[in-house]
Nanobody, 125 residues
């Protein structure tokens, strides 16, 4: 029933910033879900990047993004964002948001019930 869509990916120069957005179709309230952000580089497995829990606790799972990526909610817009700063070429990949009913964050793909189709982020000069 729940359908997610990611937006605002694109091409950016190294050192630049992007803000990805995750929204739900219909009238689903994303406040009822823990939302994870995952990324997948070409030829690589999907890996957990960031997460915001139902209670709005946040976590980054990758040392390489710590201090650069921030996940947040905008309740009024029913949207979850991933702010990405000081982007590096190694950040390039498809970025996905995913939802789970559980209250706690998880970095494991198998813990999430609903997935968006992804948005491409390319960091290159």
């Amino acid at each position: 029933q729940l359908q997610l869509v990611e937006s605002a990916g694109g091409l950016v120069q190294p050192g630049g910033s992007l803000r990805l957005a995750c929204t739900a179709s219909g009238f689903t309230n994303l406040e009822d879900y823990t939302i994870g952000w995952f990324r997948q580089a070409p030829g690589k497995e999907r890996e957990g990047a960031s997460c915001i829990s139902r209670s709005n606790a946040t976590i980054n799972y990758l040392d390489s993004i710590e201090g650069r990526f921030t996940v947040s909610r905008d309740t009024a817009k029913n949207t979850v964002y991933l702010q990405m700063n000081r982007l590096k070429p190694e950040d390039t990949g498809a970025y996905y948001c995913a939802a789970r009913r559980g209250a706690m964050c998880s970095a494991f793909v198998s813990r999430y019930d609903y997935w968006g189709q992804g948005t491409q982020v390319t960091v290159a000069s």
